[in-house]
T-cell receptor, first 111, second 112 residues
Framework: RKEVEQDPGPFNVPEGATVAFNCTYS??????FFWYRQDCRKEPKLLMS???SGNEDGRFTAQLNRASQYISLLIRDSKLSDSATYLC????????????FGGGTRLMVKP | NAGVTQTPKFRILKIGQSMTLQCTQD?????MYWYRQDPGMGLKLIYY???????DKGEVPNGYNVSRSTTEDFPLRLELAAPSQTSVYFC???????????FGQGTRLTVV
């Protein structure tokens, strides 16, 4: 079983739609959680951190459920510019401070 | 402040050749990483370093070597290139205690 699992998609949605991505992680020792965005043929960039209390940044809302080892990302009022791959990332905050990446979920927002 | 810089951006190698992928960061980050990303897949950790002089293996280290003689530089060496090493390679760095990883623009390597 992969340590971080995501539905690869693609999710094809019209502009203005609300879309939700899910992610599960297998290592209960994971301490920190993130969503990264990766545009085609580009490097990943941090979208937002994910906290147990949930956090919101504009149209983006991230949630963490430690008991279920589940992370979500909700995008409201999708824009064409949201088209990208969204990577779920966990960090055990161990000595190496290593990030473990999910395979990514591809989003395509259509006019 | 250039962030994380990788060179080259593209390279074609023949089977059995060797090369070094360069990575340098100017943010004084202690933690540095090399990942590879195969088409349609997530990133897999090859090697990492928690500071100058300290390196360790990640998930997929076979066929690669690294060194970390300075805080800034973390080169990745491929010996005896194989077609299975065709991939996009990303170097990243993190400041200890901070959540965000900064990535270089990647090196697209093809082994033929």
């Amino acid at each position: 079983r992969k340590e971080v699992e995501q539905d690869p998609g693609p999710f094809n949605v019209p502009e203005g739609a609300t879309v939700a991505f899910n992610c599960t992680y297998s290592n209960s020792a994971s301490q920190s959680f993130f969503w990264y965005r990766q545009d085609c043929r580009k490097e990943p960039k941090l979208l937002m951190s994910v906290y147990s209390s949930g956090n919101e940044d504009g149209r983006f809302t991230a949630q963490l459920n430690r008991a279920s080892q589940y992370i979500s990302l909700l995008i409201r009022d999708s824009k064409l510019s949201d088209s990208a791959t969204y990577l779920c990332v966990v960090n055990r905050n161990n000595a190496g401070n290593m990030l473990t990446f999910g395979g990514g979920t591809r989003l395509m927002v259509k006019p | 402040n250039a962030g994380v810089t990788q060179t080259p951006k593209f390279r074609i190698l023949k089977i059995g050749q060797s090369m070094t992928l360069q990575c340098t960061q100017d943010m004084n980050h202690n933690y540095m990483y090399w990942y590879r990303q195969d088409p349609g897949m997530g990133l897999k950790l090859i090697y990492y370093s928690v500071g100058a002089g300290i390196t360790d293996k990640g998930e997929v280290p076979n066929g690669y070597n690294v060194s970390r003689s300075t805080t800034e530089d973390f080169p990745l060496r491929l010996e005896l290139a194989a077609p299975s090493q065709t991939s996009v390679y990303f170097c990243a760095s993190i400041r200890g205690g901070a959540p965000e990883a900064f990535f270089g623009q990647g090196t697209r390597l093809t082994v033929v």
